[in-house]
């Protein structure tokens, strides 16, 4: 076994937000035992540069590296997030959209009557069964509420992020410079394999070697180190989740921001609509098996209203759409589009991005530096992967739009053996509840996550055959709800008046 107080050498090969989020974790863990971590990152090849929403795990990853909302979000433009809409996914009446909440304390006190509902209606009774009715959240984020209330109000509310994703960059690159990651500008052109076949160092394109004990690979869709050096497979997600191309461009902002993503449902796949402080963000995530990329550029032109502006320029971008097989492999580990994605539907590249080395680091610390953990962090990746992935598909597959192939196909898509037994359990009735907790996934989609998207669709017996039972109490105890998710939604500070009270915000 390894010294642990040895310091160990880390390089991390991209600058793109993986790479400056691993850098910040890095130093942050291991800084002041000497440890020394250099990120290489070549300009000329440039970051993607797209990723504007997160989930409520990139506040706490903000928080672990202690950045402050106040300093970070007006230098990313940031605003913020409580779910995100789900717009034209479904065709079944009453259900034209829902959406997606992130938690809230008060939850407590009304998600027990949705899933009651969600139960009594799937067996037969005429019940209020939509999402919408039943979260702080939803109604904040339709109120333009932001997630912070007043101190006479205990109760709190998770929520995430959108942001410039050049700017969050840019942002953590600061940080972590001056906390001693050492930054190079230059493009690894050569890696050096050991007798070991471990990665013994990389050079750069004026020659300069670098040698280090890990090799954090965050090169991107490339994979240069662990896909293309050390040749481990990338599994392919693509007979699940049809998309594989996006086209982006943005547009300028209205006065007023929800603090919500949008994604509406398009012919060919689905396009986010974001709100920064600077600029609406948007992008049309499609399968080019279904659509051209021009199609879809004039789709998403006509969908935001902007038509053939000429002033607004469209970029196009192809996905790779799975995992590898392993994410550490050796002395390498993959981190960021490198160790794979799952579309862009329900944000959580980051995710995998803050879980993947927050895990590495738990996984060598925990066995001294030795590689005694390195089976179980795969694995572990590997199961979250596939649980997100599931979670995506289900969007897809319980659609029932007819409008096109895209859409026909993907209701009669394969899924997995968890997915078909969580959407069974709900069709034939069953407790949702007890199957996830039998499947034991309920940490990486709650409970409240799984009804939102099934009930969202309208995935309901139909209207005419359900029967109606004591209505006037049914609707007293919406009526109550409703009362109780307003007047606590007017606790909470308006979004617009706490992104300008944030110091150089807009
Ligand atoms: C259409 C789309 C929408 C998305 N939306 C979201 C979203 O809403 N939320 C979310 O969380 N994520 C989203 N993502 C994912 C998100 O963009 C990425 O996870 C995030 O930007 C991190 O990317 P990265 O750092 O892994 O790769 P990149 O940004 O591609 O960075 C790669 C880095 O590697 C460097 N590099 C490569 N090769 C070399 C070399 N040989 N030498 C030196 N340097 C090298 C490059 O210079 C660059 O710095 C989206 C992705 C796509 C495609």
Not at 127 to 141: I, K, S
Not at 453 to 471: H, S
């Amino acid at each position: 076994m390894e010294d642990l107080e040895k310091p160990k050498k880390i390089l991390i090969l991209g600058g793109g937000t993986a790479g400056w989020m691993t850098a910040n974790l890095l130093i942050r863990a291991w800084g002041d035992r000497g440890f020394e971590v250099t990120l290489i990152e070549a300009p000329d090849i440039g970051i993607i540069g797209v990723g504007e929403g997160s989930t409520p795990l990139l506040r706490s990853f903000m928080n672990s590296i202690g950045l402050k909302e106040q300093d970070w979000m007006p230098a990313c433009n940031a605003t913020y997030k409580l779910g995100i809409r789900f717009d034209g996914w479904s065709t079944m009446a009453g259900f034209p959209r829902y959406f997606h909440p992130f938690p809230a304390q008060v939850d407590d006190y009304t998600a027990p009557v949705f899933f009651q509902n969600c139960f009594a209606r799937r067996n037969g009774l005429d019940v209020e069964g939509h999402p919408d009715h039943f979260f702080l959240n939803t109604y904040m984020a339709e109120h333009k509420r932001s997630p912070y209330a007043g101190e006479s109000f205990p109760f709190t509310t998770q929520y995430g992020y959108h942001f410039d994703s050049g700017l969050l960059g840019q942002y953590l690159g600061d940080v972590a410079r001056r906390r001693g990651v050492r930054h190079v500008q230059a493009e690894v052109t050569e890696v050096k394999i050991n007798a070991r076949g471990e990665i013994e160092s990389v050079v750069d394109d004026t020659g300069q070697r670098y040698e280090a004990d890990y090799f954090i690979d965050c090169t991107g869709f490339r994979s240069t180190l662990l896909q293309k050096t050390l040749k481990v497979p990338f599994v392919p997600f693509a007979d699940n989740l049809f998309n594989d191309s996006a086209v982006v461009f943005p547009t300028p902002r209205p006065e007023d921001l929800a603090p919500q993503t949008i994604s509406t449902a398009l012919k060919f796949g689905w396009a986010w609509t974001i709100p920064l402080t600077s600029r609406i963000g948007n992008g049309y995530v499609y399968s080019s098996a279904y659509t051209t990329p021009e199609e879809a550029e004039r789709e998403l032109r006509t969908f935001t209203g902007v038509g053939e502006a000429a002033d607004i320029e469209a970029r196009h971008l192809k996905m790779k759409v799975g995992r590898v097989l392993k994410h550490w492999e050796g002395n390498c580990l993959a981190v960021g589009l490198s160790q794979g994605f799952i579309e862009p539907l329900e944000a959580t590249a980051l995710v995998f991005v803050q879980t993947t080395v927050k895990r590495f680091i738990w996984a060598l610390e925990s066995a001294n530096f030795s590689t005694e953990k390195r089976d179980w962090f795969n694995e572990d990746i590997n199961q979250r992967f596939e649980a997100v992935r599931d979670y995506i598909v289900a969007h897809y597959v319980v659609n029932s739009r007819s409008d096109t192939d895209y859409w026909r196909d993907n209701a009669n898509n394969k899924v997995s053996g968890s997915l078909y037994d969580v959407i069974a359990s709900w069709t034939a009735g069953k407790d949702l509840n007890d199957e996830l907790k039998r499947q034991k996934i309920s940490d990486f989609y709650p409970p409240v996550s799984w009804h939102c998207l099934l009930a969202g669709y309208g995935i309901y017996p139909a209207k005419e055959g359900l029967k109606t039972r004591d209505a006037a109490k049914h609707q007293a105890k919406l009526d109550e709800i409703h009362d109780f998710i307003r007047r606590c939604s007017l606790n909470y500070v308006p979004h617009m008046d706490l992104l300008h009270a944030q110091p150089q915000a807009m």
